[in-house]
């Protein structure tokens, strides 16, 4: 092809590939795992040991950690990546759960492990799930800690993790304990041992458009909480905003929804619901030399059968020399909107850290005016959930995140194993092409469409005008 239409196809063919680039790019970056939960019974007949005649113990959730149904633990609050181009997928959960048993005559358990912030990494077809694992040796009594040990490999069952929707689910994936995850148990199961199988889901952002306009200048922030005293400080002893998280009972959740009460609950006036506790925000009150007095919003209620009606609101936490209370107004068949002392709790020596005084999971015990409340159901000095508050001092200050579960996953979503033509199985993502990263690819390929026939027509004129022209001498070849 003569010299100018071929710099002219060159040009309009550049042209096309900047078009089509910015579409790979989209696809081609990580995109963020923000939000969402792992269910994972790590291993049922496990958990029926421990809790059975033999080691007569029991377990305890920590960091926000829930249960769901009668043997799955599940971890919140999801963070990661995720590549729709490749299916690699990579998501830390938060929370753990503690198992005690085989109790010696000291007061010291000889069983004691505690496995918490579960990761899986997905790479092609198969997975792994890593753990933070404390345990102590059943012959030795020496406590190991490990951090983020290969606990177990998960197999995907040729589930295609392609794709670049708005979630990635995957569910009963099977998991074999891993020669390190043995060694981690404490010696209770060798490698190879099949365990419970694991189940997720999770939120992920879309992908960042490409060329997008320089941001506008950001403007300042004339919201009240921004007002006041240099640096967001706030009157002496005032609290600017504060949260409790409380679960209640654990087990009492458990009996409202099973099968006894087949009741639920609800939440109102701004309560929320973080999976294992409750938050009742909009602290208001005051906090001087340790001591801290603080009202909160919200209101929960549980209903269901046999009579079962109670509603706890108006909370308000107070500390005195270290020693915490929690009330509420509750309302009950045997209570009527009374002011009640639920639960103690030690709150230690509170002091301001970046502008917040906190107690985080503070054992808890009913009090003789609670066990009222629940109508007789535990006694006085029961364990309750442990009792989590914070209140801001500063108006800068961040109150610690509520536990996020994520969106509910939508089994319907799901694609079909790769190849598959038969019904949906039980471990498959929701990676699915329900949208595009972001980027309009239909417009990409129109102007594609657009450009081919533009790119065809000009070389086609070009071609017939150098024709029409005389023969070049040589030297014709060689200039500018």
Known sequence: MPARPRALVTVLCAAVL?????????????????????????????????TGPVAKGGYSLTGGAATVGGSTFRFHSATGTYDADTGAFRAAFSGGVRFLGHRTGSGAHQLDLTISRPTVSVSGSTGTLYVDVVSKAKDTGAVTTSRQVPFASLSLGGIDMRGGGSAVALNNLPATLTAEGARSFAGY?????????????????????????????????????????????????????????????RTFREYVTGDIADGEWTLTAGAQDGGALFRFPGGEGTYEDGDLTAAFDGAVRFTGAHGLDLSLSGVRAEVRDGEGTLYADVSSPDLKGEKVPLVTFSAG??????????????????????????????????????????????????????????????????????????????????????????????????????????????????????????????SDAHRG
Not at 20 to 41: C, F, I, K, Q, Y
Not at 457 to 469: Q, Y
Request: hydrophobic share 40%; charged share 20%; net charge negative.
């Open 349 to 474: 020596e509170l002091k301001p850290a970046d502008g917040l005084v906190k107690v985080t999971e503070a054992p808890a015990k009913l009090t003789a005016r609670g066990a009222e409340a629940f109508g007789g159901l535990y006694r006085a000095g029961t364990v309750m959930d442990p009792v989590s508050l914070a209140v801001a001092l500063t108006a800068d200050a961040t109150l610690p995140a509520l536990p996020d579960l994520g969106s509910a996953p939508t089994a319907s979503a799901s694609p079909q194993p790769r190849g598959s033509t038969g019904p949906e199985t039980s471990a498959e993502p929701v990676a699915s092409a329900d949208d595009d990263g972001g980027f309009p690819a239909l417009p990409v390929f129109l102007a594609v469409g657009a450009l081919l026939p533009v790119a065809a027509a000009l070389t086609a004129v070009a071609v017939r005008r150098r024709r029409a022209r005389p023969a070049a001498s040589p």
């Open 18 to 50: 900047v078009v089509l680039l910015p579409a790979s790019a989209a696809h081609a970056e990580n995109r963020t795992v923000r939000g969402g939960r792992l269910d994972w019974g790590i291993k049922s007949s496990f958990q029926s040991y421990v």
């Open 189 to 249: 199961y060798t490698a190879g041992t099949a365990l419970d199988p694991v189940s997720l889901s999770t939120d992920v952002d879309a992908a960042p458009r490409q060329r997008e306009q320089p941001s506008a200048a950001p403007t300042p922030d004339t919201s009240p909480k921004s007002e006041g005293k240099p640096g967001g400080a706030v009157e002496d002893g005032a609290v600017e905003d504060g949260a409790v998280d409380w679960g209640v009972r």
